[in-house]
T-cell receptor, first 115, second 117 residues
Framework: EAQVTQNPRYLITVTGKKLTVTCSQN?????MSWYRQDPGLGLRQIYY???????DKGDVPEGYKVSRKEKRNFPLILESPSPNQTSLYFC??????????????FGDGTRLSIL | GENVEQHPSTLSVQEGDSAVIKCTYS??????FPWYKQELGKRPQLIID?????GEKKDQRIAVTLNKTAKHFSLHITETQPEDSAVYFC????????????????FGTGTLLAVQP
């Protein structure tokens, strides 16, 4: 089954404790992206990647890191999480690596709470 | 920077009525406009999309229209049903070649549609 898999689905942690949210897709998609969803603000793009070793900032990249060492994986790293990063996070992928003009497939989301 | 405005933020309709959600975008270079439906506790899922070389697209009870001159696009749902109740997001992308500028997708803030039986 074609899917985008995120882990963990839920995480409660404390300020300053490094964490990683994994994302993996099995569709051989070139484009992958991370979003955060907050009430009243919709979905905001954090980082995206057009292919292996190619990443770029979205609209809200501060406090986050990503890497794309393999095509299927795109982890989101919070080096020193803070309470304002409490949010619902979605990973997504789409086939095209050279243009953002194809449907994105979303994972089931990760709800992060930073105390 | 790029911006997508979406209205209304909430919409309540009677079952069988039509619903219209409108979005405006700021960057004239945007050329792909998807609409996503997000049910409570679920992930966003694409319901329809349109590209800038097309003015209208239909898929059964759902249609999207695009006015490039005015930089706005709309989602139309006819004969609404209770299962249409969800949050709907519009989005606009910039499709630039690699080595050019960004390849981002900018979302609107969402519309909560409630269909009353």
């Amino acid at each position: 089954e074609a899917q985008v898999t995120q882990n963990p689905r839920y995480l409660i942690t404390v300020t300053g404790k490094k964490l990683t949210v994994t994302c993996s897709q099995n569709m051989n998609h070139e484009y992958m992206s991370w979003y955060r969803q907050d009430p009243g603000l919709g979905l905001r793009q954090i980082y995206y990647s057009m292919n292996v070793e190619v990443t770029d900032k979205g609209d809200v990249p501060e406090g986050y890191k990503v890497s794309r060492k393999e095509k299927r994986n795109f982890p989101l790293i919070l080096e020193s999480p803070s309470p304002n990063q409490t949010s619902l996070y979605f990973c997504a992928s789409s086939p095209s690596g050279t243009g953002m003009d194809q449907p994105q497939h979303f994972g089931d989301g990760t709800r992060l709470s930073i105390l | 920077g790029e911006n997508v405005e979406q209205h209304p933020s909430t919409l309540s309709v009677q079952e069988g009525d039509s619903a219209v959600i409108k979005c405006t975008y700021s960057d004239s270079a945007s050329n792909y406009f998807p609409w996503y439906k997000q049910e409570l506790g679920k992930r966003p899922q694409l319901i329809i999309d349109i590209r800038s070389n097309v003015g209208e697209k239909k898929d059964q009870r759902i249609a999207v229209t695009l006015n490039k001159t005015a930089k706005h696009f709309s989602l139309h749902i006819t004969e609404t049903q209770p299962e249409d109740s969800a949050v709907y997001f519009c989005a606009a992308s910039i499709n630039w070649n690699y080595g050019g500028a960004t390849n981002k997708l900018i979302f609107g803030t969402g519309t909560l549609l409630a269909v009353q039986p």
